[in-house]
DNA sequence: TGTACATCAGTGAACGCGCGTTCACTGATGTAC
DNA sequence: TGTACATCAGTGAACGCGCGTTCACTGATGTAC
């Protein structure tokens, strides 16, 4: 369940008092993000959206900051829980391979939601780490937790374990953010596969 | 000279026409940007702080995007300053030492332009690539000869070049978002240093 | 089960603000004679 | 060298806009009896 009542659940007509208004409020904030990046999230437009007076978001968020904080939380979450997804169906078991398959597919799922969904990656990033969604995955925790395993395995010394995990973030954050403001932004995909593959190489064979 | 006569060049007063008001005002956007991000470059704002109407802004810009992407343009400018200053109290000469030690600098210089002038790094990144300051260095073109100069040294294969730049660009690139936006934000100085110097060693080693 | 009432989620009008942009203007500059 | 004039860089007032926020309100909900 989603908003209020599923935010006039697609069209059903819900009068009056909480179907979920918080929750509605987010999830369209969410939707301008992704169409019009951080500034796009902006209280009135996110109440017209809902179809709810812009007053009423102040009966769930103090004011404009509140409630795009809120809206950056559930993003990231929202990165979390693709992480989380991509990692599963990489491999499984406690190999080596393994290990480094999951590496590179939170990797590479870290690139997938910067580049399909740029407005909620960052405004994400906007409210850094401040805002978390409890109870969701991190996608840092996720990362984490890869290296954690390439430790336990014996694939990373666990000396270089907390420089590595900045090596390999910087890696894959940078590509992605290459990718949407930076030279790769009008690179093909095959030329950013190709990109990818390099920095993944790199990362894999430097830690 | 930097503008509208050095832009009431401190306090001496200029009173009418031309002391290179469009220099000045790209000066000012600069100024606005270091000290409250790319948002803060407004056209009001901007000519409030040369000391002229806001209309005088558009006998030199025909509206506020342009402005704003002449102010990119400059930062970026600043940048490749930045990076050439580095790279060449860094190391000379041909030896394979000196084209390591001259891609090292141009990494750190791209951290410390981040950090030290987030305002303008962002402003800069803002407009991707599409703006450049003619015949002012470009980091991007800086990056790619400490390349050059690894291929001719016969250090990094000329097949893997491309890759290479991506690679090493995405790291130092990630690195600085961060530590500007990310977990590295409330990290100390010599976590910092120690987070550089292993991205740093992971490039070398990778590419 | 039915009524009285407190609660509080939502409304609609209004506020003050700074913005980008346009207008008709003014007056210094620099050229033609 | 001195004057007449065209140019055009800058002015000041005004516009319409969307914003965040506040106010007094309304009316549905759910509880107490």
Redesign the pocket.
Known sequence: MVD?QSYLCQHLFV?????N?REALIQAGVELAEEGGPEAV????VARRVG?????A???FA???ELRRAVSARAMGEFGVLMVARIASAARGRSKAAAWARLNASGRAYVEFATTRPGLFRIAFQYSMDEVDVDQPHPYGQLSQRLDELVAVGEVPAARRADAEIAAWSAVHGFSMLVLDGPLRAASEAERAAGLDEVLRVVRSGI
Chains 1, 2 share one sequence.
């Open positions: 209020r009068p009056y008092h909480h179907g208004l902006v209280l009135r437009a709810v007076s812009h007053n009423a102040y009966r769930h004011d404009h900051d």
